[in-house]
């Protein structure tokens, strides 16, 4: 484990976006019309904005990317840095742009159709990583949109004791190397049905947990949208029911349950307790358009989850209460 006076909580490689968002009563017909109610333009991507959320839930972020010189990069970089992640390992590539995305937001069935094109995104480079940055962290985070620096940066972190998140996506790229490199795998049950043929949490979580504990891996979590998520460890198997609020935009959801658990492991939290934070936050964030204008503080989430559970929680100790 890194020490406590890192530099920061989450370091994080992987993939960042410029998100554009509409919001829709009803999802259209084909060659119909419609007028939108709504519609926002913030930054997105799986671990940009999990960095977003450690960082408004209180934690030290940093960020390591190639994006591109243009508008919709200078937009997706200035809001990372408003945020309080930290942009100075960003390198920008001249006549290069960003990961951008088209988000439709169904209300009626609290859903959203993603759309995104990686025509003119650069490559982070496995130079950009090194082993005194990745050693400033008490916590790495990645995802597969940049696979060889982000296998580059988990070799650094598990040679280092510094514990390694993945977030992995079927839209990604090939999986296989940091499955092998991680510790604490966080997956959609899309993803464990595409690559074990399961069905339920249960199982597919099951089936994640016996390959990576192979590989020295630690946790499994697979997570299911409304339906909850479910965690295995070698002595843990843990259901995490999701938290019933008014749903208006479920995007990004799952990145900022990533960035919740990412800054629990860091901080060295009870998995229990990184279960109940990562699932109260991602809720939260649900009641705003758009993936990271809903996400919440710290002191919101630990107020929701009083109301909700009952219970009191605590993030102060090494190992949290419950």
Known sequence: MSQI?????????????????????????????????SYGIQGGGLVATALVAVARLGGRSAFIASLGDDSFAQFAVDELEDQGVDIRYIRRVPGKSILTALIIADRSAGTRTVLFSEQNQPKTEPAQVTEELVGSARCLHVDNFQPEAAAKAAEIARSAGVPVTVDLETGGKDPDLLLELGEYVIVSLEFVRNRFGTEGMREGVKALFDEISCHGGRVAVVTNGGQGAFLKAADLEYYQPAYAVDVVDSTGCGDVFHGAFALGVARGWDLKIIMRVSSATAALKTRKLGGRAGIPDMDEVTRFLENRDGKSVSTDGPAGEV
């Open 5 to 37: 006076n890192s530099t920061y909580d989450v370091l994080g490689i992987g993939c960042c976006a410029l998100d554009i968002t509409f919001e829709l009563e009803t999802y259209p017909e084909p060659d119909e019309k419609v007028r939108v109610p």
